[in-house]
């Protein structure tokens, strides 16, 4: 199975800055079949992005995401408080589906 | 508008058998294209997807938890249902169970808030 690997483990950035999150893949997979979630605690995980860099509706467009065959790539353009959370990388493109383990981005 | 609930015992025991029940509103398990997958997460662990059913009744298992798994549907129940036979202590986890609305693209576009299962005598 696909393993997805992410980093940073936690990133600290205060409200405003810019927060890049990386998914690394250890074999390439159909590039489009990746999602990004975000997850706050006690709450139901959040789909922000599938097919890699497509926004899901009612996601706000400071969300981005790029990325191709074994590199993904999550960027807030400037963090809001509501942002602050653990973001999680997802393969669908072999199965089983598989995540990653998370990048929790939290307030400097 | 889309929900789904996990429900279950907080507490079972080694050996014994976990029973899930992931009760949704807002969609149908008869709508083509439509899938409930269970998804849980261990302290410190990455995600790992468990099980999906599809609705036409497809069901789709983790290769390393085949054997113990079970899942089914009662779509006039809007449910549906986990088993994980011989529990243990690193099954200790939190269970989401969270949907599916594609025919080729398996992300989870609803979760539930999950919950919290610890396996202990």
């Known amino acids: 199975e696909i393993v997805l690997t992410q980093s940073p483990g936690t990133l600290s950035l205060s409200p405003g800055e810019r927060a890049t999150l990386s998914c690394r893949a250890s074999q390439s997979f159909s590039s489009i079949s990746l999602a990004w979630y975000q997850h706050k605690p006690g709450q139901a995980p959040r789909l922000l992005i599938f097919?890699?860099?497509s926004r899901t509706t009612g996601v706000p467009d400071r969300f981005s995401a790029s990325g191709s065959g074994t590199d993904f790539t999550l960027t807030i353009s400037r963090l809001e408080p509501d942002d602050f959370a653990v973001y999680y990388c997802q393969q669908y493109g072999s199965s089983p589906p598989t995540f990653g383990g998370g990048t929790k981005v939290d307030i400097k | 508008q889309v929900t789904l609930k996990e429900s279950g015992p907080a507490l079972v025991k080694p050996t014994q058998t976990l029973t899930l029940t992931c009760t949704f509103s807002g969609f149908s398990l008869r709508t083509v294209g439509m899938r409930v997958s269970w998804i849980r997460q261990s302290p410190g662990k990455a995600l790992e997807w468990l099980a999906r059913i599809d609705w036409d009744d497809d069901k789709f298992y983790s290769t390393s938890l085949k054997t113990r798994l079970t899942i089914s549907k009662d779509t006039s129940k809007n449910q549906v249902v986990l088993t994980m036979t011989n529990m243990a202590p690193v099954d200790t986890a939190t269970y989401y169970c969270a949907r599916t609305y594609d025919y080729n693209d398996f992300y989870f576009d609803f979760w539930g808030q999950g919950t919290l299962v610890t396996v202990s005598s």
């Open positions: 097919g890699a860099s």
